[in-house]
């Protein structure tokens, strides 16, 4: 299973009889991951109403933690680790987490929308602390003295006046924790956190840093050949014909797989597989499809609408926009975006005795598994999903679609397989952040007020519509495909967070999208904010008004007036109109954003110092102050890591990244073409945190990605006064944004 271990699977699980081992044989504490295609013990729960869905201690007192969520390179092991042994009692490095396995962890549902800690991590806190109850009462029972007069340290449960105690491991003698978990159970008082709310170093970085964790492209399987995929050259393209008989001169080439438009190539070693591809002849058909992409404002305009509907709205916009007072439109688009993930996507695929495995890095290994089950007509139980992390993504990358084709040509060949997709393939094919375009107006009075303010946004419901975030094996092989169920965003949480009277917030729902679309990280709200806030500064500007001030005059949030207050004191502001403008080529400003994700929870304030180059229209992000109020911190350290690479990610987005493509098929395909931030340009980040102990936690892996374009685009109109209204923010749109400064 992995290149670091010289023992036999078989000869290592003789000798420990365990369950589940590592791929790595001395793993980093806390890490696990399942392995092989056996059963697991009789009586494994994946119940996620069970404690023993989540949650099982051994003879010598470990605690296995079995999670849904998995990690991605978020912290979300480390802090779900945390959790577990706050609410147990036991030390951290007692506690080991296997992820993402269908067939021993519950579907705590994609490990996605800030939700890992805020619903996935409370369930787990609430299995946790049915069993340290249980635990307590049964150890009551033992010593014979009342629960509330014992204590737990480390695992082992004592009277608090002193004396001999107990331990998990002796009260459960390898007995399984069978019980609901208790929606109402009383967790552990938040002052007596000794684990939860202190800085703990992630349990997976010291094995990445030093080259011996094991990613999804490690994993080795006995008898496993190698593929890579041929993929259409066209979107909606057909496979005419194809030869392979120039491959059959390359050493160690096996074979090809075609189904439909479905085309790879398989060989006993990954580089013969990389030349067979490159080798084969195919010949496709059509897919000339796609809009121009220099006119993708023009293409939202005119894309056919599902359905329009009102998500926000007090009363009298319309009358209130023809009253006295200035009235303001403007328009902001952002385009769609690739993941970018750093490393392909790979997979490997065993199917044996009609079952499959799959060890994937898909943020949602339940789903996948239904997927795969529909794809192949399986039953469910037939299937299973490891997850082995892979490149890093927020959002839905290639992972699911690379894993799809892997299992086809496991099934097709009868063996295990290994599928890695070349760079070409991760740009070209993983599912887009959908392009999404807003148009505002809004009127202000003699006062500065905002007496009126609509908006249209326009963008896909479900990104997924189209391609239904249906595996593209399934979609190239033209087999079964099932999409999940629901809505793609969370349509309330586009509206605004401030008390405007006169406000109507109108959603069309795209019926269609130039390329397949997916979520990508903060989908909706990040363009949504963008808007918001970058018309919130234009009508302050507009009315003379700091924009600190102006938007705390139409707030009432008492949490984000709050939050406001400390970012301008933590950044150090100093109202608009306190300085002079740069006159010469370097114009230097600030500029601030502003977001309650979803209207209901993590309050973000984000101030960005901005240098633009009047020359060469390049703009640095030199510093970005955040102030950040998630409730209840689990990992303080791990809390900023995570807002840090919003910043980093999202001004990446913001001021590089574009994707482009001709009218078949995407053309960005390297990093040449499709180019992200590199270190010299990552700003400097500081950051304030609120902890709330006594509240419940919220989300940070999206919230502070929505605020980042805004905070630019009105640090670039303090600077300069231009607008800049469509993302990416490149020099030649900064130029011409600069020029339209300038008097006719």
Known sequence: MSRHAQLSRRALLQGSGALVVSFVLAPPPGIAFAQGTGTPASGKSVDAGEVGGFLAIDDQGRVTLYSGKVELGTGVLTAVTQIVAEELDVPLDRVTTIQGDTLLTPDQHPTDSSLSIQAGGMQIRKAAATAREALLDQAATRLGIPSDQLVVQEGTVAPRAGGPGI?????????????????????????????????????????????????????????MVHARMVHPAAVGARL????????????????????GDFLAVVASDEWAAVRASRTLVAKWGGGEGLPDDARLVAYMRGAKVDRSEVLQRTAGSVARLAGAGRQLRASYDFPLNTHGSIGP?????????????????????????????????????????????????????????????????????????????????EHGWDPKGPPTLLDYRARIDPRGKVVAWEADIFLPERP??????????????????????????YNPGLGIPYDLPGSRLT????????????????PGRMQNTFGNESFVDELAAAAGIDPFEFRMRHLSDKRGLELLERLRGFA???????????????????????????????????????AVDRRSGQIHVERVFVVHDCGQIINPDGLRNQIEGNVVQTVSRTLV??????????????????????????????????????????????????????????????????????VPFRPAAVLAALAATQPK
């Open 167 to 223: 331990t998990y491991a002796a009260l459960l003698q390898g007995r399984s924790l069978s019980m609901k978990v208790n929606p109402a159970v009383r967790t552990k008082d938040p002052s007596d956190y000794r684990i939860v709310g202190r800085p703990v170093r992630r349990l997976d970085i010291p094995a990445k840093i030093f080259g011996t964790f094991d990613f999804v492209h490690d994993v080795r399987v006995p008898g």
């Open 240 to 259: 005419e014909s194809w030869d392979d008989t120039p491959c059959r001169d390359i050493p160690g080439y096996l074979r090809a797989v075609r189904q």
């Open 345 to 425: 996507s790979c997979a490997v695929a065993d199917f044996k005795d009609g079952a499959l495995t799959v060890w994937t890095p898909s943020q949602a290994s339940h789903l996948l598994r239904r997927q795969l089950a529909t794809m192949l007509r399986l039953p469910g139980e037939r299937v299973r999903c490891i997850y082995v992390e892979g490149a890093g993504c927020y959002g839905r990358n290639g992972a699911d679609d690379c894993s799809s084709e892997a299992a086809l040509i496991a099934v097709q060949i009868g063996r295990p397989v290994r599928l890695q997709w070349m760079r070409a393939d």
């Open 464 to 489: 997924m519509k189209r391609s239904g975030v249906t595996l593209l094996g399934a979609v190239l092989a033209d087999l079964p495909r099932e999409g999940p169920a629901g809505p793609g965003i």
């Open 507 to 522: 959603a069309h729902w795209m019926l269609d999208t130039p390329l397949p679309a997916a979520w990508i990280r903060a």
């Open 572 to 610: 150090k502001w100093q109202p608009r109109g306190g300085r002079a403008r740069d006159t010469g080529p370097l114009a230097r400003g600030r500029g601030i954003s502003y977001a309650k994700y979803e209207l209901v929870r993590t309050y973000v304030g984000l101030v960005a110092d901005v």
């Open 657 to 726: 990244e574009q994707l482009t493509f001709s009218r078949s098929a995407v053309t960005s395909l390297d990093w040449a073409s499709y180019p992200i931030l590199i270190f010299p340009e990552v700003p400097e980040v500081a950051i304030d945190l609120i902890d709330r102990p006594g509240e419940v936690p919220w989300g940070a892996g999206e919230p502070t990605t929505s605020a980042v374009p805004s905070a630019i685009a009105n640090a670039v109109l303090d600077a300069t006064g231009a607008h800049l209204r469509s």
